[in-house]
């Protein structure tokens, strides 16, 4: 027997010799995190407790950010290529060649046709900054890419209440009682999400997690409703109708904060048919009930109608609320009807319907903190409904994703919920109605700025980017009468687009952080084969590709010049009011990132790189009088830009003393204040502001005096939507500004002024016998989809992707573990591993979202089981729909907002043998890698040990 | 074979929210993150770019699904590391005295200068929570981060183990199991916490708080009853809607 022999232990080593602290990009989440230096390497990464997003915790891949900062993958100078597009043949050359290139190309452009450069961000989270440097340049052609990510949310939140989830607003996770998350939603808000989650559980607070797969947030739900891909927006209509039938809406709230009681013109001959009734100032009217007069809205003292049939200067007109109510009210919305498309039993739908009624109105919320409204109103008290709800990308990425958008912030809004104690709350600079947002600018001039922002929130189809020929004058289509709410762009359209030359053809194509021949496109192959393409000439279609990344991706490989950018722990950035803010519900905030640790390549951040290519090409607000460069690189510009007087990308620390909070001068030493407070600035919000920000004027003064608005702008909630009425007139042949014949009936049957639903497109053009399955991805919390490396660590985790597949399915097919299955959709097939899984919708199956990789990618070997099991479902899925025999390019997408539809997808599955190679089909052949392969083994901290 | 201490001051150790963890791997990585610079040999990655990475973590996240008669199957996240047992077979088996538990916490260590990498240890282990380091050759496993918790360089509110401090969820709490007072032992016993298999004879220190039961199942409460239409001889829902006028 060895006797207990305890050795003497140092239990307080050093852990580091500093610890600098900046913002994470590991994914889109912008945590807070203190980055640990020991010998001037990174040593260990940690959350940061202060900052507002993750008050200290971290998620696996911020936690794993020290081998992608050290990743193989990183490029390593600017490079040229040498071979053909899509072989990854390249030279390295210096930057002087590199800018020489590419103002070789671009500078022509900009003196005949800007528009011949498709400009287009990814992920990018400078966006306030680079579509200034688009402006500039006089391009129309500017997005990033929430047209493939989440706009229908967006847009269907700032079209209904100036607002939606993630970076507009969150839950109430102190008051809440009752918490009901539609789709996936482990992606965005990742941190918050799960602290939010976390203290639920601490209070024991119900969660209802409505998802066709049992996975993540779902798993930990109190209740899982298994639901049918692409239904749920006829299930919260369902809700809705229960809700009304039983008088459980909030009508005091709908009077007060909506426009529910405003007067809709029901004359079917007039122009002006479902629009509101306008006095001489064009104020919306209301029928008062005591007066029994037309009034405005927002006149002292009124008492709304919230029934009845009126006549304002002899047009036959009702409230809103009543055109609401006979459409939910309606049998098509009982539970009963809808229970078989949605796969959820009508009971079911009548107990949750209930329960959301029982807890918003009979477990109401006081807190006595007295506030005052934009009618002058004070209220000693503030009264909360705490239900509150949160969805993202699941119910966005369908063609119905925009009006289910509507529908569950409508639900939202039904339930007195937004903008109150335990329901769901802005951050700001949200609330921010549709009036407070540009309209989309396209005019374009030869060698001058474009005439305003690109991306905007048009108000009619006069706002349409059409030239006088109707045709698109964005390469992408964006703002046409095939989606004419696409606030964010279509990037997922610019390559199929710039290679058929629809609706011109483009020249140079300049990307950032956007994986666009891989998991980013539908259709990979086929956009593979558009990048490649040459022209009877034997030039590229698309004859110049510039494409900026740090990592050795698979889009760097069909990229004609390359501008490598740095690691996150090594760039100057802003996560900027003026853009998506950081901002919290009780708190305005913004965060930089800066270099922590300097490079030892030839890389530059690409802000910093834009800048100087700006200032070669000579652009307005890039160069001095003198010609000579206006900004030295990014931080000079983060800290020395004005958009208007006094407000610029940071909003803290402004001022010559450093005082200004929002306003004031440009402040020399603002980043090293920014540095010395952590990374980021943050303003709390007085309490007496805190919540009904809308209509709240201590809160709306607030927002002036910090400029987040330059006047106070309260408002009301648009669950009547007007500006879709507007298209939907045109649709029906009103006004001067006509939609295409075949478009007609798109846009009469999509932009309906209140919620619908509509059966998603795909599955309305295919077999469904056929294609009987629903097939859906998500992204696993553990790794965000690539615009970052296969991390050596998060790899171990999620290196395989099989193909999901229900007992039902499963069983049917005669399924075993191991076994591989050939799935096919209209589009194409791919052959893949299949897993079991229970817990899982019996109609859908599912996989990770771009585990597969392109075999010479990302530094990984070539037997790396990303690129031999691994597959991509984006082979199924095309960017246009089926044809439907009319000659027509229909898009795969949102009718309203051009949102690409990847979960409207439609499959049918064959067990095959299993491939001997195990080689999932298609097998694209390798890229070469400018930056070799990874090192067989690693043992990160070995120096130290 | 080597001795346990007969008793140890404190019983240091985690517990573990079967209810609230989503399975995020947040704090594997930390885990893997801390302990590859500080106590002790790499974690080491092997093939880390390659057909079979394989690499040491001292601490899993392992997913399973819970079929179920008539109800939906559920899913549990169940996070897993060294459970620092009181009767700790891994060390009692260890042939070089290596393996060890402290006498003030509790916690199982090995002394990495004595371990001869035979594995014995984690065979003896029925929870397989140790694992062999392939490239340094010596047994490594969780230290409930014993370079943090008393480390007078790092803030006292962060002196708790790196998966602990990292966890977006708050699943996982650190704490003395032989104080009834402290944090652990009172969600201990609020919550049921367990032992995971008990009737290994190990004694192990970690909990775990079980789910709540779900309520996914079609029948409906009924101390909730179903939204019920208005009447219709009170006017149905235009009688509700001027009755609530009224009362605005």
Redesign the interface.
Known sequence: MTMHNQPQLDTSPKVSDEIRHTTCYMCACRCGINVHLREGKVAYIEGNKDHPVNQGVLCAKGSAGIMQHYAPSRLRAPMKRVGERGEGKFEEVSWDEAFDIATGWLKPIREKAPEKLAFFTGRDQSQSFTSWWAQAFGTPNYAAHGGFCSVNMAAGGIYTMGGAFWEFGAPDWEHTKLFMLFGVAEDHDSNPIKIGLGKLKKRGAKVIGVNPIRSGYNAIADEWVGITPGTDGLFILSMIHELLKSGNVDLDYLIRYTNMPFLVNQDQNSDEHGLFIRDSDGKEQVWDRVKNEPVAWDAKGVKPAMKGSYKVNGVSCTPSFMLLADKYLADEYTPEAVADRVGISADRIKGIAAELARVAFGEQIILDRPWTDMRGEKHEQMIGRPVSFHAMRGISAHSNGFQTARALHTLQIMLGSVEVPGGFRFKPSYPKPVSAHPKPHHKVTPGKPLDGPHLGYPRGPEDLALDSNGKAKRIDKAFTWENPLSAHGLMHMVISNAHAGDPYKIDTLFMYMANMSWNSSMNTTGVMDMLTDKDENGDYVIPHIIYSDAYSSEMVAFSDLIFPDTTYLERHDCISLLDRPICEPDAIADSIRWPVVEPDRDVRGFQTALIQLGAKLGLPGFVNDDGTDKFEDYADYIVSHERRPGVGPLAGFRGEDGKGKGRGEPNPNQIQAYIDNGGFWIDHIPEEASYFKPWNMDYQNYAVERGLYDVVQPYVFDVYQETLQKFRLAAEGKGDIQPPEHLREQVRASMDPLPIWYEPFEQTLVDNVEYPHHALTQRPMAMYHSWGTQNAWLRQIHGHNPLYVPTDIWEANGFKDGDWAKVSSIHGAITVPVALMEALNSNTVWTWNAIGKRKGAWALQDDAPETTKGFLLNHLIHELLPSKGDGQRWANSDPVTGQAAWFDLRVKIEKTATPPNLQSEPNIAPQESPVGRGPKNVEYGKVWS | ?????QSTEKKLGLVI?L????????C???C???N???Y????????????????T?LNRVH?F?V?QENK??????FPKSCLHCEDAPCVTV????AS????EDGIV?V?ESDCIGCGLCAWSCPYGAREMDA??GVMKKCTLC??R??????PE??RVP?CV???????RHFGDFADPESNVSILTAERGGMELMPEQGTKPVNRYLP??P???I????IL???????PEETGG??G???R??EK?
């Open positions: 074979m080597t001795t346990l201490p929210d209810d609230t963890c989503v399975g995020c791997h947040a594997v990585i930390s893997k993150e801390w590859t610079s500080n002790g040999a790499p974690l080491s990655d092997m093939d880390a770019y390659g057909a079979e990475p394989v690499g973590f997913t699904e079929k939906p199957a559920q899913v549990t996240h260890c042939p070089t005295g060890y538990k402290r006498v260590l002394n490239a340094e014993v370079d918790i008393y480390n007078e360089n790092i509110e962060d790196s401090r990292t966890c977006p969820a708050g699943a789910p709540r779900k309520t996914d079609e029948q409906i409460d909730a009853p179903l939204l019920t239409r208005q829902f235009l509700w809607l001027d609530t006028l605005l």
